[in-house]
């Protein structure tokens, strides 16, 4: 696998203004993109402009769950039909994002090159967001890993199967090779009881940590919750179908987590 060019890495890192946020997962089916569309709706809510992006290029969804309608998508521009801000729709809450189209055949890889002058684009947009919260597809791909690669930081989402754990570890692994500086957080999803978040956890964190000499941060977890298909069934984020339920209050203490380390991120930008 190509290495990162860790010269024009850094240098993006440096000239960018927009806090970058990759959620990401090794199994499909692991609820990445409902953990995406309510966490960019809990960022919105602390006051933080965000904007999510779909990148997954073959089973997009986001528009599905936020029941719109997708307009132009990634694809439009692209393929230059449309400009980037032409893509960018309203959402619940004063959030934005861009669908992606679903079904597409022989999608494109995006790697760094292609990725970086998306959030340059982006950056540059009326009204530019502080947050771009990219939801990439599942799995090990290029466009995946150069989205960990050129983000702030990455979430990875998985829950106590014993097949996502070890997709997870899969995709820790690549993202490592990647960027080895790569900030991963790990988010255990539909965790049954706080021992059992701590044992996933424990057992990803203490195996990267050993095999890879690689720091995964603890994000937290996400209970499981019978509110969270009932919102994806009526298609209503949780945190507005049910803002008083255990995944929502979850997502709200995960979302406050990340607002702090965004504000940081600007005053240092800034300095």
């Known amino acids: 696998m190509m290495k990162t060019d ?5 240098t993006h890192l440096k000239t960018r203004h927009p806090f970058t946020l990759t959620v990401t997962s090794g199994k499909g089916g692991v609820g990445k993109t409902c953990i995406s569309v309510n966490l960019a709706i809990a960022l919105q809510k602390h006051g933080i402009s965000t904007l999510l992006v779909d990148l997954d290029q073959g089973l997009a969804n986001v528009d599905v769950l936020l029941r719109l309608c997708p307009g132009n998508t990634l694809h439009s521009y692209l393929d230059e039909q449309s400009s980037l801000e032409d893509c960018v ?17 022989g999608s494109r890889i995006l790697g760094l090159k292609e990725l970086n002058g998306i959030i340059h684009d982006l950056a540059r947009i009326d009204c530019p967001p502080e947050v771009i919260l990219l939801d990439t597809g599942a799995g090990i791909s290029e466009t995946v890993l150069s989205c960990s690669a050129m983000s702030d930081e990455t979430i990875l989402v998985t829950t106590p199967e014993p097949t996502a754990i070890t997709d997870a570890y899969a995709m820790v692994k690549a993202i490592h090779r990647k960027r080895s500086s790569a900030v991963v957080h790990l988010l255990p999803n539909r965790v049954r009881s706080i021992e059992e978040a701590h044992k996933t956890t424990n057992k990803l964190t203490s195996v990267a940590k050993k095999f890879l000499d690689f720091d995964l941060c603890n994000f ?15 298609q209503v984020p949780l945190l507005l179908e049910s803002p008083g339920c255990p995944a929502s209050r979850n997502i709200r203490f995960l979302a406050a987590q990340m607002s702090s380390t965004i504000r940081k991120h600007q005053v240092l930008n800034n300095d």
Request: proline content about 3%; glycine content about 10%.
């Open 6 to 10: 860790r010269k024009s890495l850094s």
């Open 89 to 105: 729709q309203k959402g619940p809450e004063g959030l934005r994002f861009i669908a992606n189209r679903s079904g597409k055949e």
């Open 220 to 234: 937290g977890w996400i209970q499981e919750d019978d509110m969270v298909q009932q919102s994806v069934q009526k």
